[in-house]
């Protein structure tokens, strides 16, 4: 599988999302039955399909993903997707290692907006 076809499956899992139950079904098709997940901020790593396709059935409330960008190169993909649980904003940056067209582990870092300190903002742009 080449940087598209890796690009595309990145963007579907995050697209599924959106989709409740088809969440779990393109989770089932898109990960390699020994992939790990590792969420850096709590510091859980989770082995497994299972466990992970487990933890997202019983996810209290899956927030609505917006993809703002993802980059592919090679068999790693890089996404930026905005996360909305019911109104309350997070940012997310999620690699994925991809191997023969099923993911193979995957790190997510995720960060709550916050307002930038007045000190330094005659060196920044807002936007």
Same mark, same amino acid.
């Given at each position: 599988?080449?940087?598209? !076809?890796? @690009?595309?499956?990145?963007?579907?899992?995050?697209? #599924?999302?959106?989709? =409740?139950?088809? *969440?779990?079904?393109?989770?089932? !098709?898109?990960?390699?039955?020994?992939?790990? &997940?590792?969420?850096? &901020? #709590?510091?859980? @790593?989770?082995?497994?399909?299972?466990?992970?396709i487990?933890?997202?059935?019983?996810?209290?409330?899956?927030?609505?993903? +917006?993809?703002?960008?993802? +980059?592919? $190169? =090679?068999? +790693?993909?890089? +996404? $930026?997707?905005?996360?909305?649980?019911? =109104?309350?904003?997070?940012?997310?940056? #999620?690699? %994925?290692?991809?191997?023969?067209?099923?993911?193979?582990?995957?790190?997510?870092? %995720?960060?709550e907006? *916050? $307002?930038?300190? &007045?000190? @330094?903002? &005659?060196?920044?742009? @807002?936007?």
């Amino acid at each position: 599988m080449g940087e598209q !076809e890796n @690009r595309a499956l990145a963007e579907r899992i995050w697209q #599924s999302a959106n989709q =409740g139950e088809n *969440f779990v079904a393109v989770l089932d !098709e898109a990960l390699a039955d020994d992939c790990v &997940q590792e969420w850096p &901020q #709590s510091r859980e @790593r989770i082995r497994g399909k299972a466990n992970i396709i487990a933890i997202n059935k019983n996810y209290p409330g899956l927030p609505k993903a +917006t993809v703002r960008n993802i +980059t592919a $190169e =090679g068999r +790693t993909v890089v +996404t $930026e997707v905005d996360l909305d649980y019911g =109104g309350k904003p997070y940012h997310a940056v #999620s690699i %994925f290692d991809i191997e023969d067209g099923k993911v193979v582990h995957e790190t997510d870092y %995720f960060a709550e907006p *916050f $307002e930038a300190p &007045q000190w @330094r903002a &005659q060196w920044v742009e @807002r936007y």
